[in-house]
């Protein structure tokens, strides 16, 4: 299976912006620009904007995401919010492992499997995030180290519920920087990942996968970068809160 035999998928990542008003504006920016996307366009808001974007996208060709889940079901957990809830509220994906989770709300890779177990289970497709630091890159470990990030996500996932799963390559150093990695960089990590869940599930699995690309992707570098053969998309931070820019991402992800 090559890349055009695979799901591209744009996602937006809003992080901890946009009321839920503003949400409602966004998105009425937005839907009209990607109607006829020829790929799938995802928008991961922020927990208190989900009922507002499932409202809004209900009937068109864009797919709602959180930011985050947590991994027991229900319970003494202040704050927190399950995969169950989502599921009820109408979210189809969500993020897991996000780069500023594991910096600032002490996530790590046994938390990522288990909300990706959680949200699998659920019925959820997660997005899981993996990728170095710079220091990590300078030391050469780039590869050995999102290697084990895949690997721990993913125990105990089964080859079925994998067929849910995508997978985003975020060099931490590209988030929100305006320092995107190169369109080699980036393909060369996401060939990467594909090989490891190749050895994990077999050939037939990983060229299934969708792989994306996030860290400072924008309007004007999106192209290249989706044009390599293993990024089959983005998942889109800063340029995802304009409608018009997030529109020329979906665009290229389509062409790429
Ligand atoms: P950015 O964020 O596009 O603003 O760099 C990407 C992300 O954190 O997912």
Redo the contacts with the bound molecule.
């Keep these: 299976m090559d890349k055009k035999n695979r799901k591209a998928i744009i996602a937006g ?1 809003w992080k901890m912006n946009k009321t839920a008003t503003e949400a409602g504006l966004l998105l009425d920016d937005l839907i009209p620009l990607v109607e006829y996307a020829g790929c799938e366009v995802v928008v991961c808001v922020p927990f208190t904007d989900l009922k507002t974007a499932v409202d809004k996208c209900a009937g068109t060709n864009l797919h709602v995401g959180a930011q985050n889940v947590h991994f027991e079901k229900s319970g003494a957990y202040t704050g927190e919010i399950s995969a169950d809830m989502l599921v009820d509220l109408g979210v189809e994906y969500v993020v897991i492992g ?1 780069s500023e989770r594991r910096q600032y709300f002490a996530e790590t890779d046994e938390t990522v499997n288990k909300r990706t177990r959680a949200a699998l289970a659920a019925g959820l497709k997660p997005i899981i995030c993996v990728g170095e630091s710079l220091t990590q890159r300078e030391q050469g470990v780039t590869e050995e180290l999102v290697r084990l990030q895949v690997k721990v996500a993913l125990l105990g996932v089964s080859a079925e519920e994998l067929k849910n799963v995508v997978i985003a390559y ?1 060099p931490i150093w ?3 920087t305006g320092r995107t990695a190169t369109a080699d960089q980036a393909e060369e990590v996401c060939a990467a990942i594909r090989k490891v869940v190749g050895e994990l599930y077999g050939e037939d699995a990983a060229k299934a996968l969708t792989v994306q690309y ?4 924008n309007a004007g570098n999106a192209a290249e970068l989706l044009s390599k053969p293993d990024v089959d998309g983005g ?5 995802s809160l304009k409608a018009d820019q997030f529109a020329v991402i979906v665009k290229a992800a389509a062409e790429g």
């Design positions: 990542n996000h975020e590209a988030i929100g996030g860290g400072s992707m998942l889109i931070g800063g340029a």
